[in-house]
T-cell receptor
Framework: ETGVTQTPRHLVMGMTNKKSLKCEQHLGHNAMYWYKQSAKKPLELMFVYNFKEQTENNSVPSRFSPECPNSSHLFLHLHTLQPEDSALYLC??????????????FGPGTRLTVL | AQSVSQHNHHVILSEAASLELGCNYSYGGTVNLFWYVQYPGQHLQLLLKYFSGDPLVKGIKGFEAEFIKSKFSFNLRKPSVQWSDTAEYFCAALSGNTGKLIFGQGTTLQVKP
């Protein structure tokens, strides 16, 4: 399954670094999502993009900055993160957003460690 | 607030045992329900989904789930598990109102050979 790819797969960064996570979907979808998966907690929706427009920001701190240049690519820019931001960051895509028929397909995730 | 609860956090079974994982959701309106699986080192994959029609839904790899509206439940079942079913299982609900997919906290299933 290579429908949704994410790079890098692992990232270690200091609190003063700036880094970016990349997601690419090859499924012809129009909606893309960022989720955060922390240990022992449910997946948390962070951002939703529909047709390149941000339609959801789930009260995410500004140290996380998403970018969606086109329907196939989604970035998450990171700066001045905190150790509690260490988690698995998952990207997903679907045909559109919010409809039951629009199954979300997930990428493998980026395992982020903030030192 | 809308939420999804999975009662079992960690389940250990022997091969050929029957499986039932509980899932309850809190939203009372139109809701569509999903089970995802995450095998070790792999990405989340859809097992099955319900959005209308027959409340008994069959998915991949012999899994099924039953939507019981009166109990706000969508339990996952498999009559005979295999070692390869060892994974983490997530129940999720898509609210027809908000369009958000809300996940439960996940259940880790360990199948002993």
């Amino acid at each position: 399954e290579t429908g949704v790819t994410q790079t890098p797969r692992h990232l270690v960064m200091g609190m003063t670094n700036k880094k970016s996570l990349k997601c690419e979907q090859h499924l012809g979808h129009n909606a893309m999502y960022w989720y955060k998966q922390s240990a022992k907690k449910p997946l948390e929706l962070m951002f939703v993009y529909n047709f390149k427009e941000q339609t959801e920001n789930n009260s995410v701190p500004s140290r996380f900055s998403p970018e969606c240049p086109n329907s196939s690519h989604l970035f998450l820019h990171l700066h001045t993160l905190q150790p509690e931001d260490s988690a698995l960051y998952l990207c997903a895509s679907s045909q559109a957003s919010g409809r039951a028929v629009d199954t979300q397909y997930f990428g493998p995730g980026t395992r982020l460690t903030v030192l | 607030a809308q939420s999804v609860s999975q009662h079992n956090h960690h389940v250990i079974l022997s091969e050929a045992a029957s499986l039932e994982l509980g899932c309850n959701y809190s939203y009372g309106g139109t809701v569509n329900l999903f089970w995802y699986v995450q095998y070790p080192g792999q990405h989340l994959q859809l097992l099955l989904k319900y959005f209308s029609g027959d409340p008994l839904v069959k998915g991949i790899k012999g899994f099924e789930a039953e939507f019981i509206k009166s109990k706000f439940s969508f339990n996952l079942r498999k009559p005979s598990v295999q070692w390869s079913d060892t994974a983490e299982y997530f129940c999720a609900a898509l609210s027809g109102n908000t369009g958000k997919l809300i996940f439960g906290q996940g259940t880790t299933l360990q199948v002993k050979p």
